[in-house]
Structures are given as structure tokens and as C-alpha cells.
């Protein structure tokens, strides 16, 4: 099974990825950008505010070919739980907005397409919800990415993703203190990782708060 961690930078990903892996230590943990060559890529992209978009996008993805095959798709073929933190949906949802002013006329669909033929969708993606102001706050602002009005346009990407698969995705308020979110997300860690193996009673309420959807 892949579990997926998503939300807006700051939203407390990897705080909660890293508590996971005391709750899951059997899982494979592992994370977007990767700490390869490429991912070292990404991250000097990162760092340069006059990097082209699409030069962005095919960095980012030439990251996540290398960690599907070296990581992912093994782990998976042994039947091993996978966990990332981050994942496709950030290049959805972070490239389709830094490509929003560009010559490609719908970028959420573009970057999606360009995956399509390869990539691997997870199975299920904990959505960690905080707003844009909260966010830029936590990361420090310290990257293009990191400013607020960016990161609401990020935001609206994310409520698309969702909106359009509603049945794989579970939001958590990502606004609580780190202790709730934490035990917010191994609870409904546990359900997916339940009801994707089965277990009925998971299945019915998976997002553990008690209405039976
Ligand atoms: N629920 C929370 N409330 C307040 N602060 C938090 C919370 N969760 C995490 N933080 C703090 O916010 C900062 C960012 O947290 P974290 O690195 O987990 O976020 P992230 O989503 O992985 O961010 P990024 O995508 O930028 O790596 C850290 O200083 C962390 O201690
Ligand atoms: C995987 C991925 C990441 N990003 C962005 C999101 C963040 O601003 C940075 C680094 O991520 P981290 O969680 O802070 O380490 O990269 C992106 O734009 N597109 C992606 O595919």
C-alpha cells in the first residue's frame, strides 16, 4: 500500500511523518524531493527564484522517476506499506501554480498528463490542512515557494485534487497543536492501512470520525 502525506509547506508533514515511523516500524518511509542527486537538484532549483517553471516541473519529476523506480515499486513489489512524505500531488499542486502565468493553458491537467503514463498513484494521501498565512509563518518564508500568496494559490490546487477524488483523501486540521495533529494522523493512518487490508470495520469509518463515511 503507498500512504501519502500532502499539505502546504509548514502544514507539520514531516513532524507527523517522522512520528509514524515509532507507530510503523515496519513500513518503508521515504520522502519527495529524495535525498539523490536529483533531489540535490531540485533543492538548487529550489534556491533560485529565476528558475523557468517548466525547468522546475521536469526537475521534480525526473526526481520522482528515479524514486518510483529505486524505492517505491520495489518496496511495493514486497509488499511493504510505503510511506512519503510528499509525493505526485505536490507536483500537481505546487507546478501547476508556478505555471499558472505561463504558455500552458491548464497546468493542473499538463502536469497530471505528464505522469499519467508512468507514475504510480498512491492508494490513499493524508491531507494536512492549514491556511496559506499559517503556513509561510511555520516554513520561514525562506524559499520561493514559502510566500503566502503562492502558497493560497497551492491551496486551491490541493481543494481541486481533493475535490475530484474525494474517496482518497483524508483531511486532518493541521492548525492544532503538533500532539492533536500527530495523534489525529496515526489514528486515520491506522484506519487506511486497515481497510486497505480489509478490515471491515476500517472500511466503514475510515476517517475515524465516527459518522460512517
Ligand atoms: N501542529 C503544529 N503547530 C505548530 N507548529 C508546528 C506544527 N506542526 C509542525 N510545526 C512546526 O512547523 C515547522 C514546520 O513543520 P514541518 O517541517 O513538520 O512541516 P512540513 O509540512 O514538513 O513543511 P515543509 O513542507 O516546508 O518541509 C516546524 O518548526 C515544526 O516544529
Ligand atoms: C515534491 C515536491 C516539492 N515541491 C516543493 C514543496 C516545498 O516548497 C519544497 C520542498 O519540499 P519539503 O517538503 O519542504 O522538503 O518543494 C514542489 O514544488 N513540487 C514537488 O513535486
Not at 534556491?47 to 518496496?75: I, Y
Not at 505522469?115 to 511555520?138: K, W
Request: proline share 4%; aromatic share 8%.
Amino acid at each position: 500500500m503507498l500512504l501519502t502525506l500532502e499539505g502546504l509547506d509548514g502544514s507539520g508533514k514531516t513532524t507527523a511523518w517522522e512520528a509514524l515511523h515509532d507507530a510503523r516500524p515496519d513500513a518503508t518511509f521515504t520522502h519527495e524531493p529524495t535525498d539523490t542527486w536529483y533531489g540535490d537538484a531540485v533543492r538548487r532549483s529550489l534556491g533560485d527564484d529565476d528558475a523557468d517553471p517548466l525547468a522546475d516541473l521536469f526537475l521534480f519529476t525526473a526526481d520522482h522517476a528515479d524514486h518510483l523506480s529505486r524505492v517505491v515499486r520495489p518496496a511495493l513489489a514486497d509488499g511493504d506499506v510505503v510511506i512519503s512524505d510528499r509525493y505526485t500531488d505536490s507536483r500537481y499542486a505546487y507546478q501547476a501554480a508556478s505555471l499558472a502565468d505561463s504558455e500552458i493553458r491548464r497546468p493542473l491537467e499538463y502536469v497530471r498528463g505528464i505522469h499519467g503514463a508512468f507514475t504510480r498513484e498512491p492508494d490513499a494521501t493524508i491531507y494536512l490542512g492549514v491556511d496559506p498565512e499559517t503556513a509561510a509563518a511555520r516554513a520561514g518564508a525562506t524559499d520561493k515557494f514559502e510566500r503566502v500568496s503562492f502558497l493560497a494559490e497551492v491551496q486551491s490546487n490541493y481543494d481541486r485534487l481533493i475535490d475530484a477524488e474525494p474517496e482518497r483523501f483524508v483531511r486532518v486540521d493541521a492548525s492544532r497543536s503538533p500532539e492533536a495533529v500527530i495523534d489525529r494522523v496515526e489514528d486515520v493512518a491506522d484506519r487506511l492501512i486497515e481497510a486497505f487490508h480489509g478490515d471491515d470495520a476500517a472500511v466503514a469509518d475510515v476517517d475515524g470520525d465516527g459518522d460512517g463515511a
